[in-house]
């Protein structure tokens, strides 16, 4: 089945957290910008790599103007509680030099984290980025992120070392996946993310860890 951007998956996560996943559009500026001053200093700074508490409004605009094509961003919104801008997102951008790879980030809100948002939301990038022809996700973790260092290395992914963080190399190659909890959780949300569409709720699998790249 070919992945169609406009879905909407509604999910429940294991604790009966009921999601809803679907693309970002312009119309969530306020959204986004509301859930970024709502993140600890601590995931912040793994996202955005900067102990500043402002952003730049440059990068809000980037972040809520995906073309689906060579920036793809997906949102993870809490269906039972209006007054939250958000419970995670994720995002990625073609390389220009390399086209079959793209840079992903993923950042889960501080309430939220280590409940499996980061899973589902990974599973829509992964099949998002392989219809658009995207053959490989990379990511840049700094080296104090340790929870992101790990998820990463419990996917298969290879690391290079770099000043102040690490370049990951994940290949969208489902028979790669090792066998550890965090890939067997991305199994599952990625059969359920094939096969499952519209309003029909499903249950998470196991958490993983929230944390960013660099945007």
């Known amino acids: 089945m070919s992945f169609d951007p406009g879905q909407v998956f509604d999910i429940e996560l294991r604790d009966g957290t009921p999601l809803r996943l679907r693309v970002i559009t312009p119309a969530d500026r306020d959204r986004i910008a509301e859930a970024i001053r709502r993140l ?34 997906w949102a993870a919104l809490h269906r039972g509680r209006a007054d939250l801008p958000g419970v995670g997102g994720a995002s990625f951008w073609r390389l220009a030099d390399d086209p079959e790879t793209a840079e992903m980030s993923i950042t889960v809100a501080d309430e939220f984290q280590g409940r499996g948002v980061a899973t589902w939301l990974q599973a829509v990038l992964w099949e998002h980025a392989r219809s658009l022809g995207i053959r490989r996700l990379v990511g840049h973790v700094l080296n104090d992120n340790l929870a992101m260092r790990a998820w990463w290395d419990a996917l298969g992914a290879t690391a290079e070392e770099r000043q102040r963080h690490w370049l990951m190399r994940l290949p969208l190659d489902e028979s790669l996946l090792p066998d550890s909890r965090a890939a067997g959780s991305l ?20 958490a993983a860890p929230a944390g960013g790249a660099r945007p």
């Open 187 to 206: 199994r599952q949300a990625l059969a359920r993310v094939r096969g499952v569409g519209g309003s029909d709720p499903v249950r998470t699998p196991p």
């Open 40 to 73: 600890s200093p601590e995931s912040a700074y793994f996202r955005f790599w900067t102990r500043a508490r402002t952003v730049n409004p440059r990068l809000i605009e980037a972040l809520c103007s995906p073309d689906q094509q060579d920036h793809v961003a």
